[in-house]
């Protein structure tokens, strides 16, 4: 299995409460759903073509939370589709109930754990969300590429993909095209330092 990062982010890296004003408050935070205006068909066709037809969802906790709690209140086809697909759920309370259907707990040391589902046969683990669980695969190699869909917006706050202690991760960019609404979408695959 690869691991596929799938995520929205501002110009100056943001990707907290791209999709709802009540998302994600945390800290304060005023300008969620901020990524509502710029959607495009082309980059659903890109989400779509990452995940593949077999594919599961690697999520932190905070966005498995927030993710299904706001789609099963909702509900249409995204719900459906949320609940019938296999989800691993990193989180550090080793007790953690999942109230979605299948979902699975990892804790512990989750960079192990994210390895040995990579050693698995299988479609691709797709990460929507969770920076802090980004931040804790990219020291070990074990995010195989990121699809960042980059909006022409600079927020000025908000938590962002990567934070000032991470380590340097050198990327390749394998793709990059542009949106009619303005948002670059950016593939990249990690490279090892030179």
């Not at 004003?21 to 989400?47: I, K, V």
């Not at 999520?59 to 709690?69: A, I, N």
Request: glycine share 10%.
């Amino acid at each position: 299995m690869r691991v596929l990062v799938v995520n929205h982010v501002s110009l100056d890296g943001v990707l907290q409460s791209p999709g709802r004003a009540d998302e994600d408050t945390r800290d304060g935070f005023r300008h969620g759903g901020w990524a509502e205006q710029d959607n495009d068909p082309a980059m659903r066709a890109a989400m779509g073509e990452r995940m593949g037809q077999d594919f599961s969802w690697l999520f932190g906790r905070r966005s498995y939370d927030d993710m299904l709690t706001h789609w099963n209140r909702v509900g249409g086809p995204f719900k459906d589709g949320l609940n019938q697909t296999r989800k691993y759920v990193a989180s550090s309370t080793p007790d953690a109930e999942l109230p979605w259907p299948n979902s699975t707990l990892l804790s512990g040391d989750i960079p192990a754990k994210v390895a040995a589902l990579r050693e698995q046969p299988g479609g691709n683990l797709v990460i929507m969300g969770s920076g802090q669980l980004i931040r804790s695969l990219l020291p070990h190699g074990l995010v195989d590429e990121l699809l960042l869909m980059i909006h022409p917006l600079v927020l000025g706050s908000g938590h962002r993909l990567f934070g000032p202690d991470d380590e340097a991760h050198r990327m390749r960019l394998v793709a990059c095209t542009p949106t009619a609404t303005g948002v670059l979408m950016a593939t990249y695959q990690p490279n090892q330092l030179a």
